[in-house]
């Protein structure tokens, strides 16, 4: 069974996530924030995380730089609902971002149940297929 680790300090969008991607036969487990994220990330076996950008204490933005350099070959997806109040002024593009730290893919919330899946596969089947490739040149 897959194993997917989501970092999201709202809970209201842990628990959908979990219940989407339960029925969808993933074995999913929750983390509130940062450090609680990196716990679950220390006891291993993830096949992928979800984590949202913006959370209080650790930020997502140093939660993904440190995710990433603990486990480099994990496929992370960065989400972010964040939005500007002023739509004239130019804004930092935070997904970007999140890519540059060691992100594999980005969300924008809110997104659908359907897109959040078709992300989930696109990235577990280029993360399976890296390490088949690995595989051949070790």
């Known amino acids: 069974m897959t194993k997917?680790?989501?970092?999201?300090?709202?809970p209201m969008v842990c628990m959908a996530i979990e219940t989407y991607l339960g029925r969808q036969g993933f074995d999913v487990t929750i983390a509130d924030?940062?450090?609680?994220?990196?716990?679950?990330?220390?006891?291993?076996?993830?096949?992928?995380?979800?984590?949202d950008i913006f959370m209080p204490h650790m930020r997502g933005f140093e939660s993904i730089r440190?995710?990433?350099?603990r486990a480099p070959t994990l496929p992370l997806i960065a989400m972010s609902g964040y939005a500007f109040a002023n739509h004239d002024s130019p804004a930092p593009d935070f997904l970007r971002m999140a890519l540059e730290?060691?992100?594999?893919?980005?969300l924008r919330k809110p997104f659908t149940p359907a897109a959040?899946?078709?992300?989930?596969?696109e990235c577990l089947i280029e993360a399976r297929r890296d390490c088949a490739g690995a595989a051949k040149t070790g």
């Open 4 to 10: 997917i680790l989501v970092v999201d300090d709202d």
């Open 33 to 51: 924030g940062g450090e609680s994220g990196l716990r679950a990330l220390g006891q291993g076996g993830f096949d992928l995380m979800l984590v």
């Open 66 to 69: 440190v995710f990433h350099e």
């Open 101 to 106: 730290l060691g992100a594999t893919r980005c």
């Open 116 to 121: 959040l899946l078709a992300l989930i596969n």
